[in-house]
């Protein structure tokens, strides 16, 4: 239990340190230890059999190393301003971080969760993870910023199901994982693109479309 205790709770950090980083490099480095510490989740919940090992390599590889590589990838090929740039401070972002966590907690208590089902910590951690994600995708002007924060969205609601793997459903959890990769796919896609057309992956210039 101390063990599931301990990654949880450097799951919660890394969710908070989405938000207070200023380079898009270690944002993409947070990307790949979220990634890892989310891999050794179904280990530490289901134990290291069966489902839960199918799972956590599965998760490994496409998180802790697939993920990352073509966000890391795409990062290189285009010519940006490395600092994450965001719409309201990094401190404002960090202290809404803190704020959701805490929601998260109280959240925690007062929902009639099954006995035994989430371990302590899952929950708020989860939540939070959504919560910074969320964050990223509507305060950063980067596209790849955005990215960066649907994968850390999509891993809080990953972590929410893997107390379920313990009871064999690690194909659901498989088959999420593969919607999650090609929508990834897809949006590394409509990055180049943007990039190739607008010489910049900042949101904000879409509003000077006209028809």
């Not at 401070?89 to 925690?108: H, K, P, Q, R, T």
Request: hydrophobic residues 55%; proline residues 6%.
């Amino acid at each position: 239990m101390a063990a599931i205790q301990s990654l949880l709770v450097a799951l919660v950090v890394v969710n908070l340190a989405y938000l207070a980083v200023t380079r898009l490099k270690t944002l993409t480095r947070i990307t790949a230890l979220q990634g890892v510490l989310l891999a050794a989740t179904p280990l530490a919940v289901a134990g290291p059999h069966g489902h839960g090992l199918v799972l956590s390599l599965a998760v490994l590889a496409i998180k802790g190393i697939g993920f990352p590589w073509l966000v890391a990838r795409t990062l290189s090929r285009l010519e940006v301003n490395p600092v994450v740039e965001p719409y309201f401070g990094f401190n404002m972002s960090l202290l809404a971080g803190v704020g959701g966590l805490l929601f998260s907690l109280w959240l925690e208590s007062r929902l009639p969760f099954p006995p035994g089902l989430f371990p302590p910590l899952l929950f708020p951690a989860a939540l939070t993870s959504i919560f910074s994600g969320l964050t990223l995708v509507v305060a950063r002007r980067k596209a790849l910023t955005q990215v960066i924060g649907y994968l850390a969205a999509e891993n809080g609601i990953f972590l929410l199901g893997v107390p379920l793997a313990a009871q064999g459903s690690v194909w659901l959890e498989l088959s999420v994982l593969l919607d999650v990769f090609v929508a990834v796919f897809v949006m590394g896609i409509a990055l180049h693109h943007i990039n190739k057309t607008f010489e910049s992956i900042d949101v904000g210039r879409f509003c000077s479309l006209r028809d």
